[in-house]
């Protein structure tokens, strides 16, 4: 089997052969030594790479998992409603909620887009952080004082509502108690 290595390859072999040859014993003996201890530094090198790399692996997939959990969605909802303000988006929702649904439309439909485009996470987030003791009273005066709604209608609603749709209607008055807007019901 013959294999085509190039002559400047072999000339370049032959010509390290010599010089090894050429070194005194001492020379080698500390050429090998370097040669040791690089490969060596190499390993520890990597393998502190590899663990630093773990570390942090660990500390940022940790950091992610918490930052979600301390990111403050009622204030990202806060600024985000501010925002549509001062851009004239929606008018200033008032602290009673109207009588007639038209006169509040497009911040009736900016909340419920808001709301439905979180995640599961994030509805979650907003409970956490009101508190959720606070955010199911804040449920039960909701139904209690606004919608006055019976014990069958509530027990009603829990039936047929999913999680997803009562987390859903927590969230919405947790923003309305938030920035004040038709939470009259809340102090009667």
Not at 160 to 179: C, H, P, Q, W, Y
Request: charge should be negative; include cysteine.
């Amino acid at each position: 089997m013959e294999t085509d290595v190039p002559n400047s390859f072999l000339k370049e072999l032959n010509d390290n052969r010599i010089e090894r040859q050429k070194m005194r014993k001492n020379e080698k003996q500390m050429m090998y030594a370097k040669a040791k201890h690089d490969v060596d530094k190499a390993k520890q090198d990597a393998a502190s790479l590899a663990n630093i790399k773990t570390i942090f692996d660990k500390i940022t997939k940790k950091t992610a998992t918490n930052a979600l959990n301390e990111i403050d969605e009622i204030f990202i909802f806060k600024s985000k409603y501010n925002e549509m303000i001062e851009t004239k988006q929606i008018n200033k929702a008032t602290f009673v909620t109207p009588m007639h649904p038209e006169n509040s439309i497009e911040f009736d439909i900016f909340m419920a887009c808001y709301v439905f485009d979180l995640s599961d996470d994030q509805r979650r987030a907003v409970i956490n952080k009101y508190g959720e003791v606070k955010a199911i009273n804040l449920l039960s005066l909701w139904q209690k004082n606004l919608l006055k709604m019976s014990k069958e209608e509530i027990h009603d609603y829990f039936e047929s509502t999913t999680v997803k749709g009562i987390e859903s209607d927590i969230v919405r008055l947790i923003f309305n108690d938030a920035i004040g807007a038709h939470v009259e019901w809340m102090h009667s």
